[in-house]
């Protein structure tokens, strides 16, 4: 069982920055892909960061050119740097969290944080 513990939201004005973090129970080394995703009023969750062991991250269209994504292995902690925010930037960031423990055999395991909100005001 991975616990995914997420920080850095708030509120912040429009073209600020800040920086959120998501800190894993489990060796991050472990994690096929982690990454950032943004759940709407609706319940549904849209890709915002991701990183895999391709080790390149993908951004979404929306934020890329403007965030930065970053491993900490030391502290087993993935960070999400956004910057020139916008108020439709603005949601709860989930952490999520993606594994197989056995490359070949058995399920993939899947985590999620609690969320962080994100509050860009105008």
């Known amino acids: 069982q991975v616990q995914l513990v997420e920080s850095g939201g708030g509120l912040v004005q429009a073209g600020g920055s800040l920086t959120l973090s998501c800190t894993s129970s489990?060796?991050?080394?472990?994690?096929?892909?982690m990454g950032w995703y943004r759940q709407t009023p609706g319940g549904q969750r849209e890709m915002v960061a991701v990183w895999s062991r391709s080790g390149v991250p993908t951004y979404a269209d929306f934020v890329r050119g403007r965030s930065v994504l970053s491993r900490d292995p030391g502290r087993n902690m993935l960070n999400l740097f956004m910057m020139r925010l916008r108020s439709e930037d603005s949601g709860v960031y989930l952490c999520n969290a993606k594994l197989r423990r056995r490359p070949t055999e058995g399920p993939e395991e899947d985590y999620w944080g609690q969320g962080t909100q994100v509050t860009v005001s105008s």
């Open positions: 489990e060796n991050i080394a472990l994690m096929d892909t």
